[in-house]
């Protein structure tokens, strides 16, 4: 199972440093590709599917790809879809 849903990873531990410099999809690759370069896939995804996401990607952000305005972007697109979904359903249980 891949860290990143749509990135494959092989090799050892120290390969996968290489190739997560490759998270950011090729947005001319395939329709998912670009779909999640354009962060289009996210309102599809299971919350689980974006927790997961969410949790694999942070750690970049505070090493090497600390300087990727594509994963950046990616994080709080990610953040504010999860807090959407939150307040959606904490809206559903005050309602209901």
Request: positive net charge; glycine residues 8%; aromatic residues 8%.
């Amino acid at each position: 199972m891949p860290l990143v849903p749509g990135i494959e990873e092989k090799g050892s531990l120290a390969s996968r440093g290489a190739a997560m410099t490759h998270l950011m999809p090729n947005p001319y690759d395939t329709d998912v590709q670009y779909s999640r370069f354009h962060h289009h896939d996210l309102a599809n995804s299971e919350t689980k599917e974006l927790l997961h996401e969410l949790y694999a990607l942070r750690p970049f952000l505070w090493w090497r790809l600390r300087n990727n305005p594509w994963l950046q972007e990616r994080v709080k697109v990610i953040e504010a879809e999860l807090a959407k979904r939150r307040n959606r359903r904490g809206q559903g249980v005050r309602g209901g």
